[in-house]
């Protein structure tokens, strides 16, 4: 009787939300980018990553430099999103275009510092990347409203083709805001930098990825059995080893195996109103790897999981944890207001472990080094909130978002091995538009419309 009450429950908190993103759906529908005046509330939401984190408002990215319009969907050329980046000094780089730019399994590479892309700016579609992804090796650059489709464009198993969506790496100050990411070959979305760089934890720890802040992103469908070297790699993001002040804030991670997040040795991090739906084999998982640190002392990791909801599918394993500790290495955990449920509205673990580990969690009864001026909303909320705000674009969905979010939403969607099982790469009409500076917070990349 109790389990039909939790299959009854689970039923009826599913069609609320499907509601919800029903609801969103038809604004998204008629709200176009020209008039977000007219959704004063909802564009105020759709641009709500914590700026009032301290280190976050000094992530400048372009501000104060010259402006750069995107005036084609090509590849590479004059006009081209490449050009823009690889532009150097301060930037701000805006749309006059909207459409899809297909990467011919490419990467984009962002090296030079300093850079802000605004894909809000694009009329609509927006602007979706397809068959490739972006590479983030400069600091200072932020990134928001773009769609990111990489695919296994048909290549063969295990055929070497492994393409993250959105990689940083060795950078710091770096803002990932508002993008969707989905059918990556690797992770959707990660943060990285080099081993063992320097003499000292201190000096390794600066020479890779810190200050990384992913709020409000959808990270979905990582393929499974593709194109990968290694075979089974569907990844939600990977934060590699003493990476530092890295925060996931209101992101959505969807039908990928595991890593939803994997935090590896020495690692940082605040993982705080995220929504975890269908992992299969892990949720959150940190992991110091003896094999991989060698003779260098561990560092013990920093972990505090605060107001996140994971909700099983249909690919979940049964009991699986909120989060699991594997490995050699000691980690200091917080963890507060939580929810972790199976399909059926079941509780699952909070905590859990794997392989033959040796390290100690060690529980905390505060917050370790809590990014100061972050908020969390209480996780009760946060389903809801994010299947409207999070991902690209929330006044203006694509259809594979909004796919994805419904399923969501109705307990729906699978592990998959190719996009082709779910969808197809988008063809959308290249539409122009005149960007009016005028129009815009250049700050943060708000109408200021919306924001008055």
């Known amino acids: 009787m109790s389990r039909l009450r939790n299959k009854l429950k689970n039923r009826w908190y599913s069609w609320r939300l499907l509601l919800t993103c029903l609801s969103f759906a038809m604004v998204s529908v008629h709200v176009c ?21 301290a280190w976050v408002s000094s992530i400048q990215g372009g501000g104060g430099g010259q402006i750069l319009r995107v005036t084609n969907l090509q590849k590479e050329g004059p006009g081209s999103l490449r050009a823009a980046i690889e532009t150097k000094g301060p930037r701000l780089i805006v749309f006059e275009v909207g459409g899809v730019i297909d990467l011919e399994r490419s990467v984009l590479q962002i090296t030079e510092p300093n850079v802000t892309i605004l894909g809000q700016t694009a009329p609509t579609p927006g602007i979706t990347l397809i068959r490739g992804g972006i590479n983030i090796r400069a600091s200072q650059t932020i990134v928001q409203h773009l769609r990111v489709r990489t695919g296994v464009d048909g290549q063969t198993k295990a055929s070497g083709w492994e393409v993250d969506g959105i990689n940083v790496s060795a950078a710091h100050h770096v803002l990932i805001d508002h993008c969707s990411i989905s059918w990556a070959i ?4 990660s943060a990285s930098g080099p081993r063992f760089k320097g003499d000292t934890p201190d000096d390794w720890r600066n020479g890779t990825s810190h200050h990384v802040l992913f709020s409000n992103n959808l990270a979905a469908e990582g393929l499974a059995e593709a194109s990968h070297s290694k075979g089974e790699h569907s990844k939600g993001s990977l934060v590699h080893d003493n990476v530092t002040q890295i925060v996931f804030y209101r992101n959505i991670w969807a039908h990928n195996v595991e890593r939803n997040p994997l935090l590896k040795g020495g690692v940082q991090a605040s993982v705080v109103n995220n929504l975890i739906y269908n992992p299969r084999a892990k949720a959150i998982h940190y992991n110091l790897m003896a094999l991989e640190w060698g003779e260098h002392a561990y560092q013990l990791g920093k972990l505090n999981v605060v107001g996140n909801v994971m909700r099983g599918g249909l690919s979940t394993k049964k009991g699986l944890p909120l989060m699991s500790l594997g490995g050699d290495g000691d980690l200091a955990y917080f963890e507060k207001d939580n929810i972790a449920v199976d399909q059926f509205g079941a509780p699952l673990p ?12 060690l529980i905390k009864e505060t917050p370790i080094d809590w990014p100061e001026g972050l908020q969390a909303i209480p996780a009760k909320d946060v389903e809801t909130e994010l299947l409207r705000y999070a991902g690209a674009r929330p006044w203006d969905r694509d259809a594979d978002d909004i796919r994805i979010l419904y399923f969501i939403a109705e307990g ?3 592990i998959i091995n190719d996009e082709r099982e779910v969808s197809n790469y988008p063809k959308a009409k290249m539409v122009l538009a005149a960007f009016n500076e005028q129009d815009w917070d250049m700050i943060n990349g708000i109408p200021k419309a919306a924001s008055q």
């Open 33 to 53: 980018a020209s008039d977000l005046h007219n959704a004063k509330n909802t564009a105020q939401k759709t641009y709500a990553y914590p700026s009032e984190m």
């Open 186 to 189: 690797d992770e959707n979305m």
């Open 412 to 414: 729906r969607g699978t």
């Open 350 to 361: 909070m905590l859990g472990r794997y392989g033959q580990t040796r390290a100690q969690l």
